[in-house]
């Protein structure tokens, strides 16, 4: 079993950064990929960026490559989500979840998402 919570969430001015972190609690943690999710309002959930269980592999949505870098700390079974140059575009809420690559990139976990706010 394996328990998401996002934080780092928060109001920021276009061209800000915030470092959202998603910490997981137990012991099978580093096996899972993780990703990165987003849903504004009135829209469907998006895809953001994905991190391989080791962190060598990493992906990113089109509308945030070269902005956003997604990291994994498994000592601290953490993964993070810097943002910069944010766009009002940008909000959402952020939700991280875990994906069992080895059982066809199932999403086992999702946490309860954190609110991000960019204001023009």
């Known amino acids: 079993q394996v328990q998401l919570v996002e934080s780092g969430g928060g109001l920021v001015q276009a061209g800000g950064s915030l470092r959202l972190s998603c910490a997981a609690s137990g012991r099978t943690f580093s096996i899972y990929a993780m990703d990165w999710f987003r849903q504004a309002p009135g829209k469907e959930r998006e895809f953001v960026a994905a991190?391989?269980?080791?962190?060598?592999?990493?992906y990113y949505a089109d509308s945030v490559k070269g902005r956003f870098t997604i990291s994994r700390d498994n000592a601290k079974n953490t993964v993070y989500l810097q943002m910069n140059s944010l766009k009002p575009e940008d909000t959402a809420v952020y939700y991280c979840?875990?994906?069992?690559?080895?059982?066809?990139?199932?999403?086992?976990?999702w946490g309860q998402g954190t609110q991000v706010t960019v204001s023009s």
């Open positions: 991190i391989g269980w080791s962190g060598g592999r990493t």
């Open positions: 979840a875990a994906r069992n690559s080895g059982a066809g990139n199932r999403y086992d976990y």
